[in-house]
């Protein structure tokens, strides 16, 4: 990568028929970095996750992946849906050497060691938790030696204990892998704890983009509870914190 952004977005605007979804919408994203993007259901989160990679096209303004540098946006950009999508009838390691340019076995044991799954490398799809299928669909996503990793409330149906292991795993993969993330949550905190930059959708725009400065580069303590509560004051339309935090997931 050059060195110029991971992703361009400006002016870009996205209809349903009549249903403006997203409009005027201008973001750039630098390699390495990692972002989160919140905002109501329904606000245009997934959507905006879909333009980048060629999955919907926008009706106004431009889209550039990797300073255009890669002969499509899904070159080098991998998504991570909050279903693992897997296929069923191959087994796991088939599931990832699928879409690895290196379809070996090998490599995708490795890519399962990264993930901590060695040992489910000849296990089926059906026989694994709800946290595992999504460790091998990440796992996958990774084999390819993506720069960009899109994730679309990929934790959302895990349960608390597994979720909080999956954000401890997605950050070490974040930082081992030098890449790209773009998280979309409806969980603020997950949002503030992974981010190092918080974007929030309203109306079809971005209306805040707060980033996420603490003393001590990337450990998380209390200190975060502030960008939280700022967040979800905004999104929640109130002037100030209330004394016993009443609101969490949006
Ligand atoms: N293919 C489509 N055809 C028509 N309308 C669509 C289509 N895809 C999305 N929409 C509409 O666009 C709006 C934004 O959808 P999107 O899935 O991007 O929202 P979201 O912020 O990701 O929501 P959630 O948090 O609930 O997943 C919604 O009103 C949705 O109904």
Redesign the pocket.
């Known amino acids: 990568m050059s060195g110029g952004y991971a992703i361009q977005i400006q002016n870009v605007e996205k209809k349903?028929?009549e249903?403006v979804?997203l409009q005027n919408v201008n973001l750039d994203i630098k390699p390495g970095e990692f972002i989160a993007i919140v905002?109501?259901?329904?606000?245009?989160?997934?959507?905006?996750l879909r333009l980048i990679t060629d999955l919907e096209e926008s009706d106004s303004g431009s889209i550039r992946v990797m300073d255009g540098e890669r002969e499509t946006k899904k070159e080098g950009v991998k998504f991570l849906f909050q279903e693992a999508r897997l296929l069923p009838w191959k087994k796991v390691w088939k599931n990832i050497a699928l879409v690895s340019p290196d379809q070996s076995r090998e490599a995708a044991v490795k890519a399962l060691h990264a993930v901590g799954l060695e040992d489910k490398a000849d296990a089926w799809p059906e026989t694994l938790s709800g946290g595992q299928k999504q460790r091998v669909s990440l796992a996958r996503a990774l084999s390819s030696d993506p720069k960009v990793l899109l994730l679309d409330?990929p934790l959302g149906a895990l349960d608390a204990l597994t979720r909080i292991e999956m954000q401890i795993l997605i950050e070490e993969l974040w930082r081992e892998n030098g890449l790209t993330v773009i998280l979309?949550t409806?969980d603020v905190g997950e949002a503030v704890y992974l981010a190092d930059r918080v974007v929030l959708?309203e109306e079809g725009g971005i209306t805040m983009d707060e980033r996420i400065t603490l003393g001590r580069p990337r450990e998380r303590d209390s200190d975060f509870a502030y960008f939280e509560d700022r967040i979800l004051n905004r999104v929640l339309g109130r002037d100030s914190v209330p004394e016993k935090k009443i609101e969490f997931m949006i």
């Open positions: 349903f028929g249903h979804v905002g109501k259901s329904g606000c245009g989160k997934s959507t905006l409330e979309v409806h959708i």
